[in-house]
């Protein structure tokens, strides 16, 4: 029954923004950390975002710093990573997994994933 789900990639235009959606099932995502990892084609998976269960502390990656937010709506059971100022090197498809609590530092700590959305940016 547990279950993530991804939804918002589509094509945007560079310097356009996307807001991705994480919506969860099966479980209250209210006590766990929520991390937005991208893998861009022949590339390896690599961690993009992540907010806690607690605070709604965030961390992001150096690359997306101050274009990048990532929130959570615990009444809706969903988080959110709301994407601006969006340059071509962040094609890549999107995925959110849940870890317990606080954000984690490795991808293998992450339990649950969701399929990805494609996001491409493109003129």
Avoid: H
């Avoid at 991390?35 to 806690?52: H, L, M, N």
């Avoid at 606080?102 to 991808?107: A, E, Q, R, Y």
Wanted: proline share 3%; glycine share 12%.
């Amino acid at each position: 029954q547990v279950q993530l789900v991804e939804s918002g990639g589509g094509l945007v235009q560079p310097g356009g923004s996307l807001r991705l959606s994480c919506a969860a099932s099966g479980f209250t995502l209210d006590y766990y950390a929520i991390g937005w990892f991208r893998q861009a084609p022949g590339k390896e998976r690599e961690g993009v975002s992540c907010i806690s269960s607690s605070d709604s502390g965030t961390i992001y990656a150096d690359s997306v710093k101050g274009r990048f937010t990532v929130s959570r709506d615990n009444g809706k059971n969903t988080v959110y990573l709301q994407m601006n100022s969006l340059r071509p090197e962040a094609t890549a498809v999107y995925y959110c997994a849940s870890t317990k609590r606080l954000c984690k530092p490795m991808v293998d700590e992450y339990d649950y994933w969701g399929q990805g959305t494609q996001v491409t940016v493109s003129s």
